[in-house]
């Protein structure tokens, strides 16, 4: 997670509109999972991955490391749809007898996995560009621009903010514990892991109180207004976002019409 | 008008759980100078300037913003904030944004001022600062002395008339107090903004202060500029503070050694002017 971040702030597209990235992101992420088509997938994938590596900047294996996170939730979940229990062997493709029945896999599961496999990474390529190329103040200033409620682009801020402060003060206290024999063994483990929480608790209390004073002398009146800062923007982009996906969109419907499938 | 930014009269202020933190203090600052507070931990430097600003309402007493009291109410809070800046000794609870620009911006945009000025004041505190090239910086990236800055620049976008700092160069590294106090004189010379800083580095007080009070246990025990009070050796080690190191060595080459110096020389150019003169008069002895 710290490293996104960090990546984030370095990407080569960062100082892109906020906007942009959101609205391209949005739109090729609804045109992935629309077109349940395993080429405009595959396509969405590439496309993504490239624009992340060869715009952004992050290094590849960075991007293939981060891919590899979602993989194991996935892999259970295709591996479950693809997985029949049946009466009749005929209808599966490879199968094991289990009391008096057959498990293993059929064409159509087999089929359906794949594509809710290829459809899922997509979405999540999707995402990594977003994330990758977009630090989280820029994203949040894009959210206040679409009028989100104030309160929970706010928070979400100040959460973001203050996750780096806690972080950072379990750090210190861990090697404080740490050094005076804290986690030697299990049971100092726990008790120092308790002690810790508690401590945070306390802190966390502490700190917000001093957080409104410090708002408050800079005159707070409850909200937190600050400026937008300038990016890069143009309209061209907007557009080559929607040409792109026009593109998908058109490539998904003749796909469907040369295979006879409904339209839409 | 006097000369006084701020005047306090027999403030006393007792905390929700009972502890009395100022017993009648009464002072003057001088506007337009660098105004040291010293004292020990827990002297009530904190909770003083937490009065200068409306945080905190005296118990009883007075607290007056050029020559007016205070006027508690929501407006003239926010007109009293817009012109005394507040810096905090620990910048991560003072920013609160993960954006340097936007926190900056913060207390600019309170002052609901058009956008232009606004921006303009934004870059010309971080410009002042030095913190330009932060702009696009994490908050969470920064260095302790790089986030003092930001929130430093924070208040200074706002143009205050006072800039109030709370242990300004604690947890700095020599250098970084070097920098923050002479960043700290120019905004008072070059912009003629009023400097109150509370501090434990008697060091620094000689070389960077007009004027000092220093308190003891919610009372004002000295005030005067810096030769009157480290010429009150006594009572300052009687609470819990020092003379300056040069103002030590002077004291001992004096008392002990039997030099007839100038004692009174707290720096270190204070210091060689004194032993020059010493040389001229007894160069002929030698």
Same mark, same amino acid.
């Given at each position: 997670?710290?490293?996104?971040?960090?990546?984030?702030?370095?990407?080569?597209?960062?100082?892109?509109?906020?906007?942009?990235?959101?609205?391209?992101?949005?739109?090729?992420?609804?045109?992935?999972?629309?077109?349940?088509?395993?080429?405009?997938?595959?396509?969405?994938?590439?496309?993504?991955?490239?624009?992340?590596?060869?715009?952004?900047?992050?290094? %590849?294996?960075?991007?293939?490391?981060?891919?590899?996170?979602?993989?194991?939730?996935?892999?259970?979940?295709?591996? +479950?749809? #693809?997985?029949?229990?049946?009466?009749?062997?005929?209808?599966?493709?490879?199968?094991?007898?289990?009391?008096?029945?057959?498990?293993?896999?059929?064409?159509?599961?087999?089929?359906?996995?794949?594509?809710?496999?290829?459809?899922?990474?997509?979405?999540?390529?999707?995402?990594?560009? %977003?994330?990758?190329?977009?630090?989280?103040?820029?994203?949040?200033?894009?959210?206040?621009?679409?009028?989100?409620?104030?309160?929970? =682009?706010?928070? +979400?801020?100040?959460?973001?903010?203050?996750?780096?402060?806690?972080?950072? +003060?379990?750090?210190?206290?861990?090697?404080?514990?740490?050094?005076?024999?804290?986690?030697?063994?299990?049971?100092?483990?726990?008790?120092?892991?308790?002690?810790?929480?508690?401590?945070?608790? =306390?802190? #966390?209390?502490?700190?917000?109180?001093?957080?409104?004073?410090?708002?408050? #002398?800079?005159?707070?009146?409850?909200?937190?207004?600050?400026?937008?800062?300038?990016?890069?923007?143009?309209?061209?982009?907007?557009?080559?976002?929607?040409?792109?996906?026009?593109?998908?969109?058109?490539?998904?419907?003749?796909?469907?019409?040369?295979?006879?499938?409904?339209?839409? | 008008?006097?000369?006084?930014?701020?005047?306090?009269?027999?403030?006393?202020?007792?905390?929700?759980?009972?502890?009395?933190?100022?017993?009648?203090?009464?002072?003057?600052?001088?506007?337009?100078?660098?105004?040291?507070?010293?004292?020990?931990?827990?002297?009530?430097?904190?909770?003083?300037?937490?009065?200068?600003?409306?945080?905190? /309402?005296?118990?009883?007493?007075?607290?007056? !913003?050029?020559?007016?009291?205070?006027?508690?109410?929501?407006?003239?809070?926010?007109?009293?904030?817009? $012109?005394?800046?507040?810096?905090?000794?620990? &910048?991560?609870?003072?920013? !609160?944004?993960?954006?340097?620009?936007?926190?900056?911006?913060?207390?600019?945009?309170?002052?609901?001022?058009?956008?232009?000025?606004?921006?303009?004041?934004?870059?010309?505190?971080?410009?002042?600062?030095?913190?330009?090239?932060?702009?696009?910086?994490?908050?969470?990236?920064?260095?302790?002395?790089?986030? $003092?800055?930001?929130?430093?620049?924070?208040?200074?976008?706002?143009? &205050?008339?006072?800039?109030?700092?709370?242990? &300004?160069?604690?947890?700095?590294?020599?250098?970084?107090?070097?920098?923050?106090? /002479?960043?700290?004189?120019?905004?008072?010379?070059?912009?003629?903004?009023?400097?109150?800083?509370?501090?434990?580095?008697?060091?620094?007080?000689?070389?960077?202060?007009?004027?000092?009070?220093?308190?003891?246990?919610?009372?004002?025990?000295?005030?005067?500029?810096?030769?009157?009070?480290?010429?009150?050796? /006594?009572?300052?080690?009687?609470?819990?503070?020092?003379?300056?190191?040069?103002?030590?060595?002077?004291?001992?080459?004096?008392?002990?050694?039997?030099?007839?110096?100038?004692?009174?020389?707290?720096?270190?150019?204070?210091?060689?002017?004194?032993?020059?003169?010493?040389?001229?008069?007894?160069?002929?002895?030698?």
């Amino acid at each position: 997670m710290i490293s996104i971040d960090k990546y984030a702030y370095s990407s080569k597209l960062r100082y892109k509109d906020p906007m942009q990235k959101l609205v391209f992101t949005a739109m090729t992420v609804a045109v992935c999972i629309w077109a349940k088509n395993n080429i405009i997938s595959v396509v969405v994938i590439f496309m993504m991955g490239g624009m992340t590596v060869l715009r952004g900047g992050i290094p %590849l294996r960075f991007l293939l490391k981060l891919l590899l996170v979602p993989m194991s939730f996935l892999l259970v979940s295709i591996f +479950t749809i #693809a997985v029949n229990i049946s009466d009749n062997k005929e209808l599966l493709l490879l199968a094991v007898p289990v009391a008096g029945k057959w498990i293993g896999f059929s064409a159509a599961g087999l089929k359906d996995s794949i594509r809710l496999f290829l459809k899922a990474l997509g979405a999540v390529s999707c995402l990594y560009f %977003l994330s990758l190329n977009t630090p989280m103040v820029d994203l949040l200033s894009a959210l206040r621009r679409l009028r989100i409620p104030k309160i929970l =682009v706010e928070l +979400t801020g100040l959460v973001y903010r203050f996750v780096f402060v806690l972080l950072d +003060t379990v750090n210190r206290i861990y090697i404080a514990q740490s050094s005076r024999l804290g986690y030697s063994s299990l049971s100092s483990s726990y008790r120092s892991l308790g002690a810790m929480g508690s401590m945070l608790f =306390v802190k #966390a209390y502490k700190q917000s109180d001093a957080l409104y004073t410090a708002l408050e #002398a800079r005159g707070y009146d409850g909200e937190l207004n600050v400026l937008a800062e300038n990016y890069e923007s143009h309209w061209s982009w907007y557009v080559s976002a929607v040409a792109v996906n026009a593109l998908l969109v058109l490539l998904a419907v003749v796909m469907k019409s040369a295979t006879g499938g409904p339209l839409l | 008008m006097n000369g006084n930014i701020f005047e306090t009269r027999d403030l006393h202020y007792i905390y929700p759980d009972g502890t009395v933190a100022l017993k009648g203090i009464s002072i003057g600052i001088k506007r337009g100078k660098c105004t040291a507070v010293l004292g020990a931990n827990g002297a009530g430097k904190s909770t003083l300037f937490l009065n200068f600003n409306g945080i905190y /309402k005296p118990s009883s007493g007075q607290v007056l !913003f050029n020559g007016n009291p205070l006027d508690y109410s929501r407006k003239g809070l926010k007109e009293l904030r817009s $012109k005394v800046g507040m810096v905090f000794q620990d &910048p991560d609870s003072q920013l !609160f944004s993960a954006s340097v620009f936007q926190d900056i911006s913060f207390g600019v945009v309170n002052m609901k001022l058009p956008e232009e000025e606004a921006r303009r004041r934004v870059q010309a505190a971080m410009a002042r600062t030095g913190i330009t090239h932060l702009k696009d910086k994490p908050t969470h990236s920064l260095s302790f002395g790089q986030k $003092k800055r930001v929130a430093i620049a924070g208040v200074l976008a706002m143009e &205050p008339e006072v800039l109030v700092l709370d242990e &300004p160069t604690a947890g700095l590294d020599p250098i970084g107090v070097n920098e923050l106090m /002479k960043l700290l004189r120019q905004i008072q010379d070059t912009l003629g903004i009023t400097v109150i800083i509370s501090t434990h580095d008697i060091d620094i007080v000689p070389l960077y202060c007009d004027y000092i009070f220093v308190m003891n246990e919610g009372k004002m025990v000295l005030e005067g500029t810096p030769k009157q009070v480290f010429a009150q050796k /006594k009572i300052l080690r009687s609470i819990r503070l020092r003379l300056p190191r040069i103002g030590h060595l002077m004291e001992i080459l004096s008392e002990k050694d039997d030099f007839d110096l100038d004692t009174s020389a707290n720096t270190i150019s204070e210091a060689r002017a004194a032993l020059k003169d010493w040389k001229n008069r007894h160069s002929g002895c030698l």
